[in-house]
């Protein structure tokens, strides 16, 4: 059974996976908004006016998912303490996504080679998570 991470973008979660989209080539595979439910929130839970935020979504990157939600809506998202890795297949793949991710975001180490990758770096996307980009060493 794979893990899955699981982010709450109180806000902007839409935002988030239309910037996915563009920078990751993601795809939605599934998406729920809060008036979708067929049970009301408990009173007090959301602010008023979330009706058209994002309870649940799923995206795919490559083979992979990412669940994503507006959560409470609650302000600035707190992504802290975590980072997600996003595998490449080579540095050019690397390159584009690194790029992607970069814009509205902050490099936190360059794209370049290690010891451990012939392609890795570090970036807070305009969100603020924190990704890993990496090619794998060959025969890893």
Known sequence: MPITPY???EGR???AIEFYKKAL???TVMLMRNSDSPEPPPPGMMPPGSEKKIMHA???IGAESLMLSDGHCAGAAK??????????RDAAEAARHFAGLSD???VRMPLGK?????????VEDRFGVLWMVAVPMEGA
């Open 7 to 9: 982010l709450f973008y």
């Open 13 to 15: 979660a839409e935002e």
């Open 25 to 27: 080539g993601a795809e």
């Open 58 to 60: 799923e995206i795919r």
């Open 79 to 88: 992504f802290a303490g975590f980072g997600v890795s996003l595998p490449a």
């Open 104 to 106: 509205g975001g902050a």
């Open 114 to 122: 290690t010891f451990f990758s012939p392609a890795f770096g570090m």
